[in-house]
């Protein structure tokens, strides 16, 4: 217990801080604030494996979460019964046929040098196909989406349960990841944060202007719960029992992860990220083990996503911005310590809290001013006084990675190294 007093202290001072907010602001707001922080958490999680445990600076987390949230949307909302009694599905599913036409013929082209052919026209080959593949997809899919569009509105959902839309949700991010890793993955850590970052906003892209599949801007609600919602049970005891469910995921996942951090998987990812060069001189595949390492934390932030989606209760792919689902996630991780699960979980319930009172307490510290500043000192406070509020938040986070980063660089829980004398 001595070993873990630091710990202790900051735990219990998070749940006095957890106390105070729900007795100010009542149970059913803070029980909607941690169940938000939970599925943050298991994000960070997600994020402190690739960075903590492997070295991987993955700027792209946002597209991740958005590609969960689109799947747990799909995979839950209602049937659109509408679009199947139609002609559409069908007409739809010749589009794909063709396309899986496409991708075989790609897929062919880039076994041409066993018979043969040299390289470079191979790689011509592979290219032109690519295009021409994409250029008559994009041709025969616009007259169907456009029709989806003007009598459907969109697709719809397959009705499925909602545990199966996070978890495919999950697995999802994980197949996206596997092929953005064998791009991405071999580049230097700051050109891996660039490449990751262009491809979230390929995937936001995609979901805001896919209107005939995700229904673009004019959002999908309301996404239904894994658990009784609030018309059912009452808000408190309906977040509870969400809050109960990301709760036991977390403990599965943190379960998990400990047991892989201490493994010889774990110790061999920790090797490769302190010193690339002496783990490949050690006959070790650096290569595959980072992209194990990237799908296995994809899978998380999908899943965190897909869960955070879903208790949100609707899906907006504009709502996916970098400073909530990129910045955020990393100031968690290296506030909590990164490569310590449990500084991880610390760190994305208090920056999640701070994050989220930040507003109610800069409107209450500006109507203190407002006051006593029309009261003592005959000032005009600005009309839009109120709005700026808002941006405090910004402010608060930057400052507190600040003094985090001056102070403990290493994060509140930093790693815990084992020496072996």
């Not at 790689?123 to 021409?132: E, F, K, P, Q, S």
């Not at 894994?226 to 009452?234: H, R």
Request: aromatic share 14%; with cysteine.
């Amino acid at each position: 217990m001595r070993s873990f007093k630091k710990e202790l202290i900051l735990f219990a001072g998070l749940l006095g801080f957890i106390i105070l907010i729900m007795s100010l602001m009542g149970a059913a707001y803070g029980i909607r604030m941690l169940v938000e922080a939970s599925c943050y958490a298991i994000i960070a999680l997600g994020l402190t494996i690739q960075w903590g445990y492997a070295g991987l600076f993955n700027a792209g987390i946002m597209g991740f979460i958005a590609m969960g949230g689109f799947i747990t949307m799909l995979f839950s909302y209602p049937v659109n019964s509408e679009f199947w009694d139609s002609a559409l599905p069908a007409d739809l599913g010749a589009v794909f046929l063709k396309l899986l036409f496409g991708i075989a013929l790609i897929w062919g082209s880039l076994k041409l040098t066993r018979f043969g052919v040299s390289a470079k026209w191979q790689r011509i080959t592979t290219l032109m196909l690519i295009a021409v593949v994409y250029i008559l997809f994009m041709y025969s899919l616009d007259p169907v989406a456009n029709a989806i569009e003007d009598d459907m509105g969109f697709i719809g959902g397959f009705g499925l349960p909602v545990w199966l839309g996070w978890l495919v949700g999950g697995l999802f991010a994980g197949a996206v990841a596997y092929f953005v890793g064998h791009i991405c993955l071999g580049l230097r850590s700051d050109y891996l944060a660039i490449a990751t970052l262009g491809i979230a906003e390929i995937i936001k892209a995609f979901l805001k202007n896919a209107d005939w599949l995700t229904h673009g801007t004019l959002t999908v609600s309301p996404l239904p719960w894994m658990t009784p919602g609030p018309a059912d049970i009452g808000f408190e005891l309906a977040r509870a029992a969400y809050l109960s469910i990301t709760a036991l995921m977390i403990a599965v996942i943190f379960f998990l992860l400990n047991r892989a951090y201490n493994a010889p998987w774990g110790r061999m990812l920790r090797a490769i990220r302190d010193n690339e060069v002496s783990a490949l001189a050690m006959g070790k595949d650096v290569n595959r083990r980072r992209l194990e390492v990237f799908i296995l934390g994809s899978f998380l932030m999908g899943l965190g996503g897909a869960a955070l989606t879903s208790f949100n209760g609707i899906f907006d792919p504009s709502g996916f911005i970098p400073l909530n689902h990129t910045f955020l996630i990393w100031v968690m991780v290296i506030l909590g310590g990164a490569g310590n699960n449990l500084g991880t979980l610390f760190g994305a319930v208090l920056v999640y809290i701070i994050w989220t009172m930040s507003e109610p307490v800069a409107l209450f510290v500006f109507d203190v001013v407002r006051q006593v500043g029309e009261a003592w000192f005959d000032w005009q406070a600005p009309s839009d006084l109120d709005s700026r509020a808002l941006q405090a938040r910004v402010f608060v986070i930057g400052l507190t990675i600040t003094l985090v980063l001056r102070y403990a660089p290493k994060g509140l829980i930093p790693e815990r190294v084992k020496q072996h004398s």
